[in-house]
């Protein structure tokens, strides 16, 4: 393999200290990064997603029963429940799969590839 296809990059940091990224190194990393700042991505994504999925549908659902309760749908109303339906949406398409990645280690988007 010569250099031009090679996947290589040799960083010297100080004399003594060379980075080396190859495939075979970058292979072997892990998400979420280890130390204080993996420790504290991990514990985020664990306790402020099941809060904002348990209380962000409810809030929707108030707001969709408020709405539904007027004579008039106005322009405005008809937004907000059209934004009141797209977030509840994205709750559960966005932060529920990304919260069981990283609490139950189990990427359930690759679950369900049919491939």
Do not use: C, H
Not at 31 to 55: E, H, N, Q
């Amino acid at each position: 393999m010569d250099a031009t296809t090679k996947f290589a990059s040799n960083v010297t940091l100080t004399e003594q200290e060379t980075f080396n990224a190859t495939s075979s190194n970058v292979s072997g990393w892990r998400f979420p990064p280890v130390g204080y700042y993996g420790d504290t991505s991990a514990l985020l994504w664990r306790v402020i997603p099941p809060i904002l999925i348990s209380i962000g549908p409810i809030e929707n659902a108030m707001t969709f029963f408020v709405l539904l309760r007027q004579m008039k749908m106005t322009p405005t109303a008809v937004f907000l429940f059209a934004l009141a339906l797209s977030d509840t949406l994205i709750l559960y398409s966005g932060s529920l799969p990304g919260w069981v990645s990283v609490t139950l280690g189990v990427d359930i988007q690759l679950l369900s590839n049919p491939g």
